[in-house]
């Protein structure tokens, strides 16, 4: 995947299918449908790949046990099912978790024990490990750092975990093999309109400030927490539609949670979910679920949402838990979708919301990363439908994703390269210099980040250390004193001068700042 010929070709081409705009998991998962269905695909991303909401998640691939609390018993089934999909398709990406459910008092063993027992029910033949009962001394020899005082024992069931942004890339590296053209850094900038009619797209490309006006047969919108703005190029006076909650995360170091298995608590104190999630050898904690009045590309964690993780950890684990040992905290923020609105809203499912606007701009938003497949699916149906393409079927439920592997695998680092692993190992093993891990407390190496610019269309030091690697979003300090070296290696393999090196280097550290607490 390189960026050149994708900017030729975008220079070339007279007129695509469909044209995505945003390249988080519903514009890829859109891009991947589209593409493999033998549609001219263009996905345009204003910044890069996942940088939204899409790297920021808390890595679960799930049916959503909370919706199924909450008697949603459709969306859970979805959500399943698109689960054991994601499984099967790409397995060097998405493993099998346990999660352990504590239970505290003396209704949650029966009440919890028969809910994860309904949901191994719903998954069906697309299954995963059954779930099974712990004792009290079982779940304190798994889980040696829960809090053990009034603990009765607990429930273990199963989903899945991946790693969000390496997924992302993975979506853009498939619909790029299916002859799709992502770019990265190439903002829509506005929609060109003939006869009150979306006709395509303005974008410019952030590196050179070259512009393009590219047409298009359906111009989609998949911009997550962004989407109304571009609804507001379609029409500047049309309604929001989102209503945007922010989540954050910390990630801790492994010994906060020395097992194999996650833990949740379904019921916070103030009637929230905790997850406790081993993740790239460390452990992260999360999430909020906090109303935002603004949406900003960098959310910031607020206090309140710091100290409520604080707090709730002390409450379960018995590690104390200092500011000072929070590696990174990260947030993100959930497209969720407002009720009501004057167009003409096809709800496909109750979780995500497709809007096709008088002048034909389609809007696919909501939903989660576990479901982006069956958006997607949603998604490209309607623009078929919309711009009165040649029908031709979707094939993404038995798609093998870019770099698919036999076997399953735990979610590390090195694995989630899939079959590139051989030619990753390929380029380190030429210079015995990009070999070595670049930091003692990071799982990655030199290569990896060569890697990223050469292969994966990383662009900037922040683009190799938050999503190839995930460096930023393991440990913010150790991120930052492997910056000098990241952006020294990046501005070899792509030309960039001393100056790029030091700016890169500088905006890397600040941003970087601002994942410390
Ligand atoms: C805290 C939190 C935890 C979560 N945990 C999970 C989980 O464990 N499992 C799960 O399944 N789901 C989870 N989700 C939900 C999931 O992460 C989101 O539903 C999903 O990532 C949304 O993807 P998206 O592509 O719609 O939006 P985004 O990822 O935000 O992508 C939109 C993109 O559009 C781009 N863009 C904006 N304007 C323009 C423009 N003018 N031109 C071009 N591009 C533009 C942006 O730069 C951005 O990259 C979580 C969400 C949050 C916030």
Redesign the pocket.
């Known amino acids: 995947m390189k960026r050149e010929p994708f900017l030729a070709r975008l220079r070339e081409e007279k007129e695509w299918d469909l044209i995505l705009?945003?390249?988080?998991?519903?514009?890829?998962g859109c891009a991947v449908d589209a593409a493999s269905r033998g549609y001219k695909t263009l996905l345009?991303?204003?910044?890069?790949?996942?940088?939204?909401?899409?790297?920021?998640?808390?890595?679960?691939?799930?049916g959503g046990l909370r919706y199924l609390k909450q008697g949603n018993l459709s969306l859970v089934i979805e959500a399943l099912h698109e689960r054991g999909l994601l499984c099967r398709n790409a397995p060097h990406l998405v493993s099998h978790l346990g999660f352990l459910i504590p239970s505290y008092h003396w209704w949650e063993g029966p009440f919890y024990g028969i809910g994860v027992k309904v949901y191994d029910l719903l998954a069906g033949k697309l299954g995963l490990e059954k779930s099974v009962h712990l004792s009290k001394e079982e779940t304190l020899a798994r889980f040696p750092t829960l809090e053990p005082k009034d603990l009765r024992g607990g429930s273990i069931y199963f989903d899945g975990q991946f790693d969000?942004a390496r997924l992302a890339c993975c979506l853009a590296q498939t619909a790029a093999n299916h002859g799709a053209v992502c770019l990265n850094y190439?903002?829509?900038?506005g929609l060109l309109k003939e006869n009150g009619r979306v006709s395509g797209v303005f974008?410019q490309d952030s590196e050179t400030g070259e512009t393009f006006a590219c047409r298009g047969k359906a111009v989609l919108n998949?911009?997550?927490?962004?989407s109304d703005?571009?609804r507001r190029f379609d029409d500047p006076n049309t309604s929001p539609l989102i209503q945007p909650?922010?989540?954050?995360?910390f990630v801790v170091d492994r010994s906060y949670l020395p097992t194999d298995a996650a833990v949740i608590i379904p019921h916070t104190d103030d009637n929230r979910v905790l997850f406790f999630v081993p993740w790239h050898n460390h452990v992260l904690i999360?999430?909020t679920d906090t109303p935002v009045p603004e949406i900003q590309?960098e959310p910031r964690p607020l206090e309140e949402e710091i100290d409520f993780i604080l707090k709730t950890t002390a409450r379960y684990l018995t590690k104390p838990l200092e500011r000072s040992q929070v590696l990174t905290v990260f947030?993100?923020?959930?497209?969720l979708v407002k009720a009501g609105g004057k167009e003409n809203t096809a709800a496909l499912s109750r979780d995500h919301v497709i809007l096709v606007s008088p002048s034909g701009l389609i809007t696919i938003?909501?939903?989660?990363?576990?479901?982006?497949r069956k958006m997607a699916q949603d998604a490209v149906d309607k623009a078929i439908e919309t711009a009165k393409l040649p029908n031709a079927p979707c094939r993404t439920h038995d798609l093998r994703l870019h770099g698919y592997e036999e076997g399953r695998h735990p979610v590390d680092a090195w694995l989630s390269y899939g079959s590139d692993r051989r030619l990753l190992s390929d380029l380190s093993s030429r210079n015995p210099e990009l070999e070595r891990p670049l930091h003692s407390r990071l799982p990655y190496t030199g290569a990896e980040i060569v890697w990223a610019a050469r292969h994966e269309m990383a662009r900037t030091v922040e683009d190799a250390l938050a999503r190839r690697t995930r460096s930023l979003f393991l440990d913010a300090r150790a991120a930052m004193e492997i910056a000098p070296a990241a952006a020294r290696l990046m501005a070899q393999e792509l030309g960039f001068p001393p100056a790029w090196e030091k700016e890169q280097t500088e905006q890397f550290l600040r941003l970087a700042k601002s994942y410390t607490i």
């Not at 705009?21 to 890829?28: P, R, Y």
């Not at 190439?186 to 900038?189: S, Y």
């Not at 998949?222 to 962004?226: L, R």
């Not at 947030?331 to 497209?335: D, E, V």
């Open positions: 705009i945003g390249g988080g998991a519903t514009g890829l345009l991303e204003k910044t890069d790949f996942a940088k939204g909401t899409s790297s920021r998640s808390t890595k679960l691939i799930h969000d190439c903002p829509v900038t974008a998949a911009c997550g927490v962004f703005a571009v909650s922010q989540g954050i995360h999360g999430t590309a947030a993100g923020l959930r497209p938003t909501g939903g989660k990363w576990t479901t982006y």
